[in-house]
Structure formats: C-alpha cells, structure tokens
C-alpha cells in the first residue's frame, strides 16, 4: 500500500468510525510533512476522560494489538487490518501534561514534532521524569518558536513501548526546522539560542538514537471539550 492509499483509506474509511469509538472525547491525526523521510505514516491520537474508558476501547499496555469489548471499538479494530501493520505499530497509553500553551488549545493546522522518549542506559523511568519535567522541560517550553508544548507520561511505566512523549508545537515549519531539525534523522543540530541548550542536555537523560520522532501538521477530528488534561 502506498503512503497515499493509506491517507486515503485511513481519512476516509477508518475515521468516521474511529472519531466514533465509545469514551473518545477528542480525536486528531498528525500527517507527515515530509512522508518519504517520516519513521510513521501518521499519528492517530484518541483522549477518554477516563483510563477504564480507554482500556475497554483500546486495551491497555504491554501489547500493541487489543481486542475490544464495545460495539464501535470493534468495528474500529476490525477495518484496522485493512491499512495497518498492527505488529510493527507502537503506541503509548498515558496521560497529558499541558506545559505551555499560547494558543488557547487550538492546535489545528499546527506544526508538532512529537518525540517518542527512551531513558538512557542505567537510568530509571523515576530518574528520567525527574530530570525531563525539572531540568529539561524549563529550557524546552522557552525554544523559538514554541507556541504549545505538552508532555504525554504513561500510565503503565512498567509496560509502556516509551519513557514518555514530548510534543512541540509550531505555528511555522521553518522555525521548527531551525530548532529541531528536519525528518529523515533522529539527532539533529540546533543552530543556537534556548534548542542548542535543549539539545545539549538531551544527552543527559535520553538514548537518543532509540528515540522515534515524527514531524507533522495536526489536524483535528473530533473535539467535544474546550480545554482538557487527560489520557
């Protein structure tokens, strides 16, 4: 299937049933910028209000396949063979943090480089939530050109695929470029200013080379709540 059978099938036959899923109360999708150089051909990203909710329609961690028990979820997780590869698919389950935002949680259209987050070797998942959200994420919010920044912590650290995820926002692709680099690489070299700090301290708590990244623009589906910290 080609990239763009699979944005066809995926926009056009999965999402009018995924948006639908019981307890989904906020649905968007990430498209790559540049999707011959994206590690993923998108993200899809469901919030609940509750965790029980989410686990009856999704499963829980530890696996990336689940077999739900709702009618919708089924119907879901039915049609999901027909685009995806489930087995090489990873997924966090976890709840978000909302660190900055400049945009009153209006993020579609919005540029988002989303950074899959593996501890460094020798590192506990405690040590690394400490240094992420006390010593990295004060100079990460302040990078040019940031105008929302959310962090997602799993909820089953013990059987989570990640650390974590960090999600910058941009209202353009080039300042995102400029801070973070372009797709095609999971390093990359800021030219200065607050993402050259936050560059350099990326080495003291991340395995970056294990680190999936995805650079996309947002687009939102479904959004039943204003504001919303949840999973």
Not at 26 to 54: I, K, S
Not at 71 to 81: L, M, N, P
Request: charged share 35%; glycine share 6%; with cysteine.
């Amino acid at each position: 299937m080609s990239h763009e059978e699979f944005v066809e099938h995926w926009q056009h036959t999965h999402t009018p049933i995924a948006k639908d899923i019981e307890g989904v109360v906020r649905y968007q999708q990430v498209l790559p910028t540049e999707p011959e150089h994206a590690e993923f051909d998108g993200l899809a990203e469901l919030y609940f209000e509750t965790l029980d909710e989410l686990h009856e329609a999704l499963g829980s961690e530890g696996s990336r396949d689940y077999d739900p028990t709702k009618e919708i979820a089924a119907k879901a997780r039915q049609d999901v063979d027909n685009f995806l590869d489930v087995a090489r698919r990873p997924r966090l389950i976890g709840e978000e943090r909302i660190v900055k935002d400049e945009v009153d949680g209006d993020t579609d259209g919005l540029y988002k480089h989303s950074a899959f987050l593996v501890r460094k070797e020798g590192m506990t998942h405690e040590e690394f939530l400490d240094h992420w959200q006390n010593t990295h994420t004060p100079i990460a919010k302040e990078i040019e050109g940031v105008v929302r920044y959310c962090q997602v912590v799993p909820t089953d650290p013990d059987n989570a695929e990640f650390d974590g995820i960090a999600e910058l926002y941009f209202d353009d692709i080039e300042k995102l470029y400029d801070a973070l680099g372009s797709e095609g690489s999971r390093d990359y070299e800021a030219t200065g200013g607050k993402a050259a700090e936050a560059r350099e301290d990326v080495d003291n708590f991340l395995a970056i080379e294990e680190r999936p990244r995805f650079i996309g623009r947002e687009r939102l589906v479904k959004n039943t709540l204003l504001k919303h910290d949840g999973y």
